[in-house]
């Protein structure tokens, strides 16, 4: 119910400011109904090459620009490293010191993997780096960056979306029309069709398989990795024709 009642709200609002600001609240709503806290982290990443990216504007030295460029990715690329692959890289590091009879107590955080954000990171990062090449302007409205970064049909699960192609689209005129609410629908059907009958529907033969492979055949196996493939496929783009929908 969600997304009818967010583009219900939409086209009742008068402005564009006003169509902006609620668009970003109903995204970081939509954010926060999963753990409100990460919301934070959201928020943090669009600040830091949202100021990244002002000062890349402002500088003419082409050695500042790099300094403010390398300085947002390294951060936000470093949030990713810390949520997503630390314990992972703590753990061979362990492993490997072990191998020489070395001990090595790498602390162990045990966060919780955000939702989304290789997403939102990876959109703030290539937004940085098209500002750094001059593809497009920084963008000076914060509300309309935070928006870029955190819409919510594409935040959780893509796709990463161009600056230069989502940033006009929130400074422009929409009236409802018909014939747009009919193909974007079809769209979200198909995607919908693609994501829950066809991807969910085939993991449960390929987590059965590889959840317990020794006890299947090389037929077994075979298959299942043949059916993971559908499954990886429609699960991405029946995402993407939802967020295009």
Not at 147 to 173: C, D, H, T, W
Request: glycine share 6%; with cysteine; aromatic share 20%.
């Amino acid at each position: 119910m969600f997304f009818p009642i967010v583009c219900l709200v939409y086209y009742l609002l008068p402005g564009i400011k006003g169509r902006t600001i609620f668009l970003l609240l109903a995204s970081y709503y939509f954010y926060m109904c999963w753990e409100p806290v990460y919301a934070l982290l959201l928020l943090t990443s669009t600040s830091i090459t949202y100021i990244s990216a002002l000062c890349m504007d402002r500088f003419r030295s082409r050695r500042r620009r790099k300094i403010s460029l390398f300085s947002g990715i390294f951060i936000n690329l470093g949030i990713l490293f810390f949520y997503k692959y630390y314990e992972f890289a703590g753990s061979l590091i362990t492993d490997f010191f072990s191998l020489l009879n070395i001990g090595i107590d790498i602390p162990r955080w045990n966060v919780l993997l955000p939702v989304g954000i290789s997403f939102y990171i990876f959109q703030a990062v290539g937004y940085a780096v098209d500002v750094y090449r001059g593809t497009i302007k920084a963008e000076k409205n914060f509300v309309v960056y935070a928006l870029f970064i955190s819409f919510f049909p594409q935040l959780v699960a893509g796709p990463i979306e161009r600056a230069k192609n989502m940033l006009p689209q929130f400074r422009e005129k929409h009236k409802f029309s018909y014939e747009n609410f009919d193909a974007g629908l079809r769209l979200m059907i198909w995607g919908f069709f693609m994501k829950l009958c066809v991807a969910d529907r085939v993991s449960t033969y390929v987590d059965a398989v590889y959840n317990n492979y020794m006890e299947h055949s090389g037929v077994s196996l075979l298959l299942a990795t043949f059916f993971f493939t559908f499954q990886i496929y429609c699960d991405f783009a029946g995402y993407s024709l939802i967020a295009i929908g």
